[in-house]
């Protein structure tokens, strides 16, 4: 059963400040790695796409591999209250192209 | 602006109901998909499909069908609607291999199973 895991939280961060979100995965063979975030009440939408070991930024997000040791991260810099949602980290399959979903981490930024 | 859509927000049907909830993409991806997500269980598979008239089950098909006659369109059936059916529903769509893409989701479908 491959299987990927988050902290559910919720995890509170003060605004202004760095948010970490962590996911480890199961599967050693997998390749392609994504963070969605998902407001209350819609659909998850995607933010971040990472390949290859080490660090991708992308504005304030920054998305971080490390495949020794199975597990992916996303930062977000001077998070701001409309940063407050649930983040899905999703891993892809290389044997059938499937995504296998965490079960979500509930972040909020206090004001 | 791509775009998958789903054709209701909100829908209340009763129990012993038929359901359908339909799925319209516009991106010529190969592949559909249809989740439900409830609070504390994440996204939960229930079917997708490859291709036209392929469906393959996914994680909780029970008490589910689907339809894919034509490529951008995947439709999920509630043959019977029970209220342990009442959930959010998404349905979602990537290209074959999404390495880069990942899966495009709809706005989602909100029953309620009365």
């Known amino acids: 059963q491959k299987e990927v895991e988050q902290n559910s939280g919720p995890l509170s961060v003060p605004e202004g400040a760095i948010a970490s979100l962590n996911c480890t995965y199961s599967d050693r063979g997998s390749q392609s790695f994504f963070w969605y975030r998902q407001y209350s009440g819609k659909s998850p939408e995607l933010i971040m796409f990472?390949?290859s070991n080490g660090d991708k930024e992308d504005g304030r997000f920054t998305a971080q591999l490390n495949k020794a040791s199975q597990y992916v991260s996303l930062l977000i810099r001077d998070s701001q209250p409309s940063d407050s949602a649930t983040y899905l980290c999703a891993v892809l399959m290389d044997s059938n192209y499937q995504l296998i979903w965490g079960a979500g981490t509930k972040l909020i930024i206090k004001p | 602006d791509v775009k998958v859509t789903q054709s209701s927000r909100y829908l209340v049907k009763r129990t012993g109901e038929k359901v359908f909830l339909e799925c319209v993409q516009d991106?010529?991806?190969?592949?559909m998909f249809w989740y439900r997500q409830d609070p504390g269980l994440g996204l939960r598979l229930i079917y997708f499909s490859y291709d036209v008239k392929m469906k393959e089950k996914g994680d909780i098909p029970e008490g589910y069908s689907v339809s894919r006659e034509k490529k951008e369109r995947f439709s999920l059936i509630l043959e019977s609607a029970s209220t342990n059916q009442t959930s959010m529903y998404l349905c979602a769509s990537s290209r074959r291999a999404p390495i880069s893409y990942g899966y495009t989701f709809g706005s989602g479908t909100r029953l309620t199973v009365v």
């Open positions: 991106m010529d991806h190969e592949n």
């Open positions: 990472i390949y």
